[in-house]
């Protein structure tokens, strides 16, 4: 998979498309990334801690205000044509006010803006979107969408929403209208990443810290592979995992499983007595602790000993949350036994992405020895793109 369009080069084709879709030109166009995780999963919506990095893969909107109610969307990604709503009529229930598939992110985000006390979306909008965040991939192309159409909203509203603030929207916006309980690491990693950094992010406070991420100075770098293994949190699965998470905390008697230290963790799974909420409880514990070590690694400058957390966190998403799936194994396996320093699946799992580390003068023959693991077990050829740490969400025009 080649290097995408950056924003600004598909600045102009948005725009054009924007012109023929709607009989004139945009107010604006705004890009908003995609995201891999480097470390810690399944502990966003336990308050936990999370370091993401935005992707050069965006989605960029083109978008006008409206005075008459109507939103109007379009995503060049989709065969559906224009889908016109009524920007005060929207609303999660099902009825008329429901939306499904793709368009449901945009509309989403009109609502929750307009539940949020910001009555001026309320008045419409003409949205033009496309992506090069492979959908399904484990990459966040739905906080993608969702970041780029309430930065837009919130820049030609003057709403004067600051970036954690539109994340928040954007995660109720799929939490409440989409449907998907996620946590808000994906919105906050396309709002507010820096390029050439990781963004380790606190998620019960939404305090940042930018990490410097220079891996190409070290001789490393870090590889995103996607199975292409489509994966649908909305299915229920995802859900029952926060529901045990949430079971876990209840019955240790705290406020979410961030509370609970790593130094605790043995007593506090020798007091819980269902094996499931047991595993999940150990693997949210010890994934705040693997962010905590891979911080402190950066911070002393050695990069190369993240590798053997990142299999360590692997391990523990496969074994005890059981969100992997045999191609992301495949991938870790694969990618190990040919030299990387370490690897694991990223994102929701159940199909989607892996990051792997590798020195950077290993990265072509792991990425075949991946490929051709993928081959000999009849598997789809997976997709593996350099995962660089880049910009977060911004105006391009």
């Not at 023929?20 to 810690?40: C, D, F, K, Q, T």
Request: hydrophobic fraction near 45%; include cysteine; charge should be negative.
């Amino acid at each position: 998979m080649g290097a995408p369009a950056t924003p600004e080069e598909s600045a102009r084709a948005v725009a054009e498309g924007f012109t023929r879709l709607y009989g004139s030109a945009p107010e604006g166009l705004w890009a908003a990334p995609g995201r891999v995780n480097l470390i810690g999963e399944y502990t966003d919506f336990n308050d936990g801690f999370v370091m993401p990095l935005a992707l050069p893969h965006t989605a960029v909107a083109a978008v006008s205000r409206r005075t008459d109610g109507r939103l109007r969307v379009h995503s060049a990604d989709s065969a559906e044509g224009v889908v016109t709503l009524d920007a005060a009529g929207l609303r999660p229930e099902d009825g008329a006010g429901r939306v499904h598939g793709w368009a449901a992110y945009p509309a989403g985000v009109v609502w929750a803006l307009r539940e949020a006390g910001h009555h001026a979306v309320t008045g419409g909008a003409d949205v033009h979107l496309a992506s090069t965040v492979p959908t399904g991939a484990g990459l966040s192309s739905s906080a993608a969408l969702e970041i780029v159409v309430a930065l837009a909203l919130n820049d030609l509203h003057g709403l004067g929403l600051t970036r954690p603030e539109l994340a928040r929207i954007g995660q109720r916006a799929e939490n409440a209208f989409v449907g998907v309980p996620c946590g808000v690491m994906d919105q906050t990693a396309s709002a507010c990443a820096a390029e050439g950094h990781l963004l380790h992010l606190d998620t019960r406070d939404l305090s940042l810290r930018q990490v410097p991420f220079d891996l190409a100075a070290q001789g490393l770098a870090l590889l995103a592979v996607d199975t292409r293994v489509k994966h649908a949190l909305g299915d229920g699965a995802y859900a029952e995992r926060r529901a045990g998470c949430e079971a876990g905390a209840r019955a240790l008697g705290v406020r979410a499983l961030r509370d609970v230290g790593y130094a605790r963790l043995p007593e506090a799974l020798d007091r819980l007595e269902d094996p499931t909420v047991r595993a999940y409880v150990r693997h949210v514990v010890s994934d705040n602790e693997r962010v905590r070590r891979t911080m402190a690694l950066l911070d002393a400058g050695d990069a190369r000993a993240v590798g053997p957390v990142l299999t360590e966190g692997h391990v523990s998403l496969r074994d005890d949350l059981r969100v992997s799936a045999p191609e992301l194994d495949l991938v870790v396996e694969a990618a190990n036994a040919a030299g990387a320093l370490g690897a694991r699946m990223t994102g929701g799992g159940f199909g989607g992405s892996a990051v792997v580390l590798v020195e950077s003068g290993d990265a072509e023959a792991v990425t075949k020895a991946v490929e051709d693991a993928f081959a000999a077990a009849g598997h789809t050829a997976p997709r593996v793109f350099p995962a660089i740490p880049s910009a977060g969400a911004r105006r391009v025009s």
